[in-house]
């Protein structure tokens, strides 16, 4: 039976945090590779800071996405791969399509029974020329950072500059975009199922034994789909028995169609 391919994404709303988590051999126990994409740390920061500022101005309620995650579960024999090819290789490729930015780790979890890939990806590219724009007059800013006409609308009734206030002059830079406009192609529904086919055609071309050639899940077809039993999920038990009875539908299904029963005669 060919397993289903199984990688998840999620929003990151405190990117710095994340990559610390994922990149730390005290907070991972079996850590074995990390890789970046771009070098520079300061890139990640910029980019946290970039979208925290466009989220600020747009004015929307939520919280923002500074980043985007993919987890992406390996086959157990690909262990035997060089981990810095290994994890290269995964990361590289996802870039050369997508043009973004990476950073990513190769883990197992606790028990050594799920070797996987946590890659974060940037949902914008740096510019090559920074665009700068400057002021051609004195511009006022009040406490909210909101631009107002006059120097009055921030001055104190004493006529001080009142605090979280400020002036930029005449000539000086006012605003600096180091960052393209979001890739709306990550927050469309279609990407995920793209990501799915992109990691297990690859992950396909890898495998060394037929047994860990991975499928689509195919939401029409006989095989029911196993749930993800997350940490501290208070539905664990109830999640994990019922995975035990759609693993054991699916290994009828395998043992029909070995048999010459046709997958639509299953369903």
Not at 4 to 16: R, V
Not at 39 to 66: H, M, V, Y
Not at 226 to 248: C, W
Request: contains cysteine; aromatic residues 10%.
């Amino acid at each position: 039976m060919r397993r289903n391919s199984f990688i998840e994404m999620a929003k990151l709303h405190d990117l710095s945090g994340r990559i610390t988590y994922i990149s730390s051999h005290a907070k991972q126990e079996h850590l074995y590779e990390v890789y970046t994409t771009e070098p520079d740390r300061a890139f990640w920061r910029e980019l946290a800071k970039c979208n925290q500022e466009e989220f600020e101005k747009s004015g929307t309620n939520g919280k923002c996405i500074e980043a985007r995650e993919l987890m992406i579960a390996l086959p157990e024999s690909f262990i035997s791969y060089d981990h810095d090819y290994l994890l290269k290789k995964m990361v590289d490729e996802f870039k050369e399509k997508y043009g973004v930015e990476c950073f990513a780790a190769l883990h197992h979890n606790k028990r050594k029974t799920n070797l996987h890939i946590h890659m974060i990806f940037a949902e914008r590219k740096r510019l090559d020329q920074p665009e700068e724009k400057t002021a051609t007059r004195n511009m006022f800013y009040d406490e909210k950072g909101r631009h107002v006409r006059t120097k009055k609308e921030i001055l104190d009734s004493d006529g001080n500059i009142r605090k979280g206030c400020k002036i930029i002059k005449k000539g000086e830079v006012y605003e600096r975009k180091i960052f393209t406009i979001k890739d709306s192609r990550f927050k469309q529904e279609s990407f995920l199922d793209e990501a799915k086919v992109f990691y297990t055609d690859l992950i396909n071309q890898m495998v060394i034994d037929d047994k860990d050639r991975l499928s689509i899940f195919d939401k029409n077809g006989p095989y029911l789909a196993t749930k993800k039993v997350g940490k501290n999920n208070p539905k664990a038990e109830a999640i994990k028995a019922d995975n035990e009875i759609r693993m054991e539908w699916n290994r009828a299904v395998d043992r029909a169609i070995v048999s010459g029963v046709s997958e639509t005669m299953v369903k």
